[in-house]
């Protein structure tokens, strides 16, 4: 499916403000950001503005200060570190939309760039009120928005400033769109679905949607545990959510109806408690005994899900297969991981415990699309519209 918003390569930008919603909620060591993928993953548009004369205002929100300052979500360390990567000074507004940030806008020059502070140190952010929304544009002449990870919510600096000033996708948002709708809507055959994590209800859309697109769904981590349990099988001190159990039994009849496969591990990898020192068995089956706890798929699972992985035309990953942060627990998912890295057809990486995963074993570089998006990638599979990108202007 093509991309039918105007994009900023369709704006004349040349010497005019640009507003630009990123997304650098980005982890913190006191002052240093721990993982810069984020504010890498905007350069291209940054740069692509600089290049061509813009006068570059960056807004992002870090953390859930809800509408306070906390000085320890300040944004100070992500221009620090933009600054570095672009090689440029980065300036930094001490307010979202205020004064400081309206005199500091009033002297950028062409190609420069300025941070303003963290948007959700406005209460009126998170409301998407309009009178921030107007705030902020009023001090841009054109908006682009390239938060593809905080597209999903409906907020002032991601929806609300849309509707007062022209409003283009960034270059990373146009791309994560692009990529993920691919897979549901034109993926090359067969189409497989690894999906893991902790909740079905996290991802029962997602499991509704590809049981009538994909060829093959592969569930792991601790997901299985309803199925396990509305299959009657004894789960022992697995996780397991109790309202889960019921959409496990739907999506297992939707699959017994239907085309898609829907798989499930059938030996798994125990502990005593989640824990990387607690006692380990291999179970050859899927009966978890009292006093043990399913933390990860077993080998034979494991290799399984590799192998068709590996004859996929379109892979789809979202969700660890287990515990793979626990030493002993990290056997399924570092070969689902080699697997997706390794696979010859078109790999998609979406939500957060997947991509660390990737980078814990060194294999981002290897996939064809890694999103930035946790939420906002669930809900662009499962076929809902994103507010972030709803409101762009149309091509």
């Given amino acids: 499916m093509a991309f039918d918003k105007a994009s900023v390569r369709d704006a004349d930008v040349d010497g ?18 721990t993982d810069d993928t984020r504010i890498r993953a905007a350069l291209p548009t940054i740069e692509y ?117 022209p409003a283009y996708a960034g270059l990373l948002l146009e791309k994560e769109v692009e990529n993920l709708t691919s897979v549901a809507t034109d993926p090359a055959r067969p189409l497989v679905v690894v999906l893991g994590g902790a909740k079905v209800s996290d991802k029962v ?14 569930i792991g981590g601790a997901m299985c545990f309803p199925f396990y349990k509305a299959q009657g099988h004894a789960i022992g001190g697995s996780l397991c959510h109790d309202d889960d159990i019921p959409l496990a039994r739907e999506a297992l009849e939707k699959a017994a109806a239907g085309n898609c496969e829907l798989v499930l591990p059938t030996d798994l990898a125990l502990g005593r408690e989640f824990s990387a020192d607690t006692d380990t068995e291999e179970l050859d089956g899927v009966d978890v005994p009292e006093g043990w706890m399913g933390l990860d798929i077993g080998p ?37 991981a080699e697997a997706v890295a390794a696979a010859p057809g078109y790999t998609v990486v979406g939500g957060g ?25 669930l809900e662009l599979l499962e076929g809902k519209d994103l507010p972030g990108v709803a409101a762009l202007n149309d091509k």
Avoid at 205 to 218: K, N, S
Avoid at 353 to 377: C, P, R
């Fill in 205 to 218: 859309g997602v499991i509704d949607r590809f049981l009538e697109i994909a060829d093959q769904i592969l």
């Fill in 49 to 165: 503005l600089t290049g061509r004369g813009a006068r570059v205002i960056l807004c992002s929100h870090l953390g859930r200060p809800k509408g306070q300052v906390v000085p320890e979500l300040s944004l100070a360390p992500a221009a620090k570190r933009l600054s570095e990567l672009t090689g440029q000074p980065v300036g930094l507004a001490d307010d979202v939309a205020g004064q400081d940030s309206e005199a500091k806008v009033e002297d950028l020059q062409p190609g420069q760039i300025l941070l303003l502070e963290n948007t959700r140190f406005e209460p009126g952010e998170t409301e998407n009120a309009p009178a921030l929304a107007a705030r902020l544009a009023a001090l841009a002449d054109i908006y682009v928005n390239d938060a593809f990870g905080a597209a999903h919510r409906a907020h002032a600096s991601t929806a609300g400033v849309a509707a007062d000033l």
């Fill in 16 to 33: 005019k403000r640009v507003l630009v919603r990123v997304d650098f909620n980005v982890p913190l060591d006191g002052e240093e950001v």
């Fill in 300 to 336: 034979k699972s494991a290799a399984d899900y590799a192998a068709r992985v590996g004859s996929a035309g379109t892979v789809l990953w979202n969700g660890p297969m287990g515990a793979f942060e626990l030493g002993p627990f990290a056997g399924g998912t570092r070969t689902v």
């Fill in 353 to 377: 415990d997947s991509v660390a995963a990737l980078v814990k074993f060194g294999l981002t570089d290897q996939v064809n699309w890694v999103s930035t998006g946790g939420g906002a990638s």
